[in-house]
């Protein structure tokens, strides 16, 4: 009897043992998310023509960062990546985040490149539509997307005449790299704002609310000093 009550015990010490694990794990997930997240976009803030992202940013609505989206195969195989989304209030500051993740098989990788970190803008009233208004998206489809403008093309993307609801700006090896994402899906992940918020949350509702919690600040401190260097 005794035996029976000491393996009992030990039965639910482990069971408690690795659920416990198992929730360490999903809170590092999403939090291993905004520490790329916020490498990511330091390193796009280094590059010497940052200041075209900087300026489209400052000029749009908000910004999905995707820091890791990999190759599944050579060739035809497809790609993923998971990231989060942050929108601009009237006032400077920042709402969010959300998550997300990407998937398609039409990425354009470069030869040779596995991954890239993916930056998103959304630049106008529709492309803020397509990341709060349902479950998923798809850019090219549903939305109006095309390559970040860079340079002297900048300026002109930030004057209100440009058609894309949203751009796209990619970093490979440590720099700027041409990538298409036309044809990619875009995705709600309600696990992963389930574990950020504490409670279920759809992106137009945790997109309500302010970035201020310390969970987020290096990434939001990163995004600010790369809108400081538009021109």
Known sequence: MRLRRKLLVLALFVFAALFAAQSAFAETAHMRRIRLSTDLINKMAAESDADALGSV?????????????????????????????????????????????????????????????????????????????????????????????????????????????????????????????????INQNRDANKAYWGRDMSAENALKKPATDKRVAPLINALNNLVKKAK
Do not use: C, H
């Open 57 to 185: 940013i400052k000029s749009g609505k908000g910004v999905a960062i995707f820091p890791a989206v990999t190759k599944a195969g050579l060739g035809i195989g497809g790609q993923t990546g998971e990231g989060l989304v942050f929108l601009r209030n009237g006032k400077g500051g920042w709402t969010g985040p959300a998550y997300m993740g990407i998937s398609g098989a039409s990425i354009g990788f470069q030869i040779g490149v596995q991954s890239v970190g993916l930056v998103l803008v959304i630049t106008n009233e529709d492309g803020l539509r397509a990341f709060t208004g349902g479950n998923s998206f798809k850019l090219g489809a549903d939305v109006a997307i095309a390559a970040g403008p860079v340079g002297r093309d900048a300026s002109a993307a930030t004057d209100g005449r440009a058609k894309a609801s949203i751009y796209s700006y990619s970093m490979s090896k440590g720099l700027f790299a041409g990538v298409s994402v036309e044809g990619s899906v």
